[in-house]
């Protein structure tokens, strides 16, 4: 079966950096694209970023823009967020998702459970 597991979430504080990491199994991976997405206490699920399936086109949300990288390796089937100069709006669960390049959640067929992300001021 289908399997995201993400990674690499803690408590941080501001500015700092993070690493979130997402293995797949159980699909094609490197035919897929991915995305990640995040959800902060009371909100909805917004979008973060996303890259297409062989890592040359990254998209990303006017609050990632500048400050994080996503990226993938496809021979390991891992797929990255680089989170710099963390601010305490960052603070969320992100997910990881696998579907169609887009923005939108409804095109993501399989998800990850989640990696608790929070930043102290």
């Known amino acids: 079966q289908v399997q995201l597991v993400e990674s690499g979430g803690g408590l941080v504080q501001a500015g700092a950096s993070l690493r979130l990491s997402c293995a797949a199994s159980?699909?094609?991976?490197?035919?897929?694209?991915m995305g990640w997405f995040r959800q902060a206490p009371g909100k909805g699920r917004d979008f973060v970023a996303a890259?297409?399936?062989?890592?040359?086109?990254?998209s990303y949300s006017k609050s990632a823009q500048d400050r994080f990288t996503v990226s993938r390796d496809n021979a390991k089937n891992i797929l990255y967020l680089e989170m710099n100069s963390l601010k305490p709006d960052d603070t969320a669960v992100y997910y990881c998702?696998?579907?169609?390049?887009?923005?939108?959640?409804?095109?993501?067929?399989?998800w990850g459970q989640g990696t608790q992300v929070t930043v102290s001021s």
């Open positions: 998702a696998s579907g169609s390049m887009s923005d939108l959640e409804q095109r993501y067929q399989y």
């Open positions: 890259i297409n399936y062989d890592g040359s086109i990254p």
């Open positions: 159980g699909l094609p991976f490197s035919s897929k694209a």
